[in-house]
């Protein structure tokens, strides 16, 4: 018996809990709310939403899934004509202000907030695609239900791929974000197999792919590894997702392998994975989205045992009720601004549905839960049936 087996049962029911909490947390509408209990976050985001349909895909819950895939399709068909005139406007080379971009999130109703926020980010309408495309592959199913928005999400991002935009945290909204383009390529190279959109669409998508490749590989060479943004150096735990899942480069490229080495010198601390260094939201704790994400690379590089200490860190720190928090204080950067944070806005979000998201999607990956993928596969075929 080896020394994970007294544990795989708390294991899976967190698996099971996270399922559950995400589920509770869907609106009729299909969108997710980010968190139930923090008020700036009771709002559903493309690039949260695409982690957490995935997740929820890979351990079978097909209906959820494309629930949320449904939702962002009909958020991105009641803005067609908006998108068309950006785009028109981008060709034309017509200024456009940021506040009149496509926003973040929504209410789950899918209308625009009405709260000032930091809106203006392209990687979740990359991001849902790239879901919607392992969606297709995984349970052999047809985008066609969700065509039209895809489609519309597809020319958004090819026609704005290279403009600077606010990164996963909402900052730096002056930069293009490496970890942001491998979203958009990601959505792109799917968009580019879709036989259910247009020929010009496929093409359009599928240069813009090959050529944020291209450019993210080139300005990496500067480095020997990828920044934070181009033309920087910092390092970023973002940059886990250019290779897993977004597979701009291969999980094995000695670029990926360099900004991992760098991710692990400067943001991990005994499992915990810091966002970058000089955060300072909440004091700067570890996110334990970005633990999932770390040990996701480490079982794709075959680093498997690292893989599982990632899984029990993140189980580690959920509550006795089996919510994940996003971040935890066992490592604060900036422990002096923690408090600021609480009188601002509170406890920190707990549960956040992105942080169960990434924990299911790592224990499915090491097989935690795949007698409950099983039964949830055939739970569908019996509703198909």
Avoid at 96 to 114: M, P, Q
Avoid at 241 to 258: E, G, I, R
Avoid at 306 to 313: G, I, K, N, R, V
Wanted: glycine content about 8%; proline content about 5%.
């Amino acid at each position: 018996m080896s020394e994970r087996e007294p544990q795989r049962a708390q294991l899976e029911h967190l698996a099971r809990r996270s399922i559950e909490i995400i589920t509770a947390n869907q609106a009729p509408t299909g969108a997710y709310l980010a968190s139930p209990n923090f008020p700036v976050y009771r709002y559903s985001w493309f690039r949260d939403g695409a982690f957490i349909a995935d997740a929820m895909s890979r351990a079978g819950e097909i209906t959820s899934a494309e629930a949320f895939f449904s939702w962002c399709a009909g958020v991105l068909e009641a803005r067609g004509e908006r998108i068309a005139a950006l785009i028109e406007r981008r060709l034309a080379g017509a200024p456009i202000d940021t506040s009149e971009f496509l926003h973040a999130r929504y209410t789950v109703d899918g209308r625009e907030t009405g709260e000032e926020w930091t809106d203006f980010q392209l990687d979740g309408y990359g991001a849902w695609l790239w879901a919607l495309d392992e969606h297709r592959q995984r349970h052999r199913r047809s985008i066609e239900p969700f065509a039209a928005g895809a489609a519309l999400s597809a020319a958004y991002v090819a026609a704005f791929r290279d403009h600077p935009s606010y990164d996963w945290w909402e900052e730096n909204p002056d930069h293009r974000h490496t970890s942001t383009l491998a979203a958009i390529h990601a959505g792109l190279r799917a968009a580019a197999s879709w036989p259910e959109l247009s020929t010009d669409l496929r093409s359009t998508a599928g240069q813009g792919a090959a050529e944020l490749a291209e450019l993210v590989r080139a300005d990496a060479a500067r480095l020997g590894r990828l920044p934070k943004w181009l033309g920087g150096d910092a390092v970023d735990a973002s940059l886990i997702a250019v290779a897993t899942p977004f597979a701009m480069l291969p999980a094995d490229d000695p670029l990926v392998a360099a900004t991992i080495e760098a991710v692990e010198e400067r943001l991990v601390h005994g499992g915990g994975v810091h966002r970058y260094l000089g955060d300072t939201y909440y004091g700067g704790g570890e996110w334990l989205l970005l633990a999932a994400l770390l040990g996701w690379h480490y079982a794709a590089v075959g680093r498997t045992e690292e893989a599982w200490a990632q899984l029990h860190w993140v189980a580690a720190h959920a509550t006795p009720d089996g919510e994940l928090p996003e971040q935890v204080d066992d490592h604060l950067l900036a422990p002096e601004r923690q408090v600021e944070w609480r009188r601002r806005w509170g406890p920190v979000a707990t549960p956040l549905l992105w942080s169960h998201a990434m924990y299911l999607t790592l224990a499915v990956e090491l097989g935690v839960v795949a007698p409950l993928v099983r039964r949830c596969r055939a739970r569908a075929r019996s509703r198909a049936g």
